[in-house]
T-cell receptor, first 113, second 109 residues
């Protein structure tokens, strides 16, 4: 089956620890995105990548880092510098040119205490 | 900065009633997409509108894109309990998607 996988579904961390969220796609999509969703709010863009080894900051990149070493993978690290890391994190991908439709993974719910 | 506003934030309707959610962008968009997110789930693509004044229909759902490509609406006719969820618009400009805050629809049987 083609699609996007995110793991784990639920993640718990202590304050002050860095944590990396996984996002893998086998859709052969060039572009990948990370969004954050807070209760009752829309999706806010953290980082996006349109090609391997290149990525750009979104509106709320502070306290986050990413890498894009492979086309299929776009991991997100939530660092201890992120002041309010508890949220639902969604990864998405799309073809670069032919289609603007984004395909979303199931999400990771991160709780930091 | 770029903003996409969406109203209303919440809507409760009796099953069989109609429902409409509206999106407004602060700038002109290349296109606009609509997504549905069921409770506990992830957003699922519904449709994309590209042309000024475009209207598209999917069964009981009607999507419109404004003439100035700055606003859009989603209308559901005769809601069903399966329509429950949060509906988001997402405007595309400058290689980014800007999501509206979403409208949470509750359908009362």
């Amino acid at each position: 089956d083609g699609g996007i996988t995110q793991s784990p579904k639920y993640l718990f961390r202590k304050e002050g620890q860095n944590v990396t969220l996984s996002c893998e796609q086998n859709l052969n999509h060039d572009a990948m995105y990370w969004y954050r969703q807070d209760p009752g709010q829309g999706l806010r863009l953290i980082y996006y990548s349109q090609i391997v080894n290149d990525f750009q900051k979104g509106d709320i990149a502070e306290g986050y880092s990413v890498s894009r070493e492979k086309k299929e993978s776009f991991p997100l690290t939530v660092t201890s510098a992120q002041k309010n890391p508890t949220a639902f994190y969604l990864c998405a991908s799309k073809e670069a040119v032919q289609s603007y439709e984004q395909y979303f993974g199931p999400g990771t719910r991160l709780t930091v205490t | 900065g770029q903003q996409v506003m969406q109203i209303p934030q919440y809507q409760h309707v009796q099953e069989g009633e109609d429902f409409t959610t509206y999106c407004n962008s602060s700038t002109t968009l290349s296109n606009i997409q609509w997504y549905k997110q069921r409770p506990g789930g992830h957003p699922v693509f519904l449709i994309q509108l590209v042309k000024s004044g475009e209207v598209k229909k999917q069964k009981r759902l009607t999507f419109q894109f404004g003439e100035a490509k700055k606003n859009s609406s989603l209308h559901i006719t005769a809601t069903q309990t399966t329509d429950v969820g949060t509906y988001f618009c997402a405007g595309y400009t400058g290689n980014q998607f800007y999501f509206g805050t979403g409208t949470s629809l509750t359908v009362i049987p």
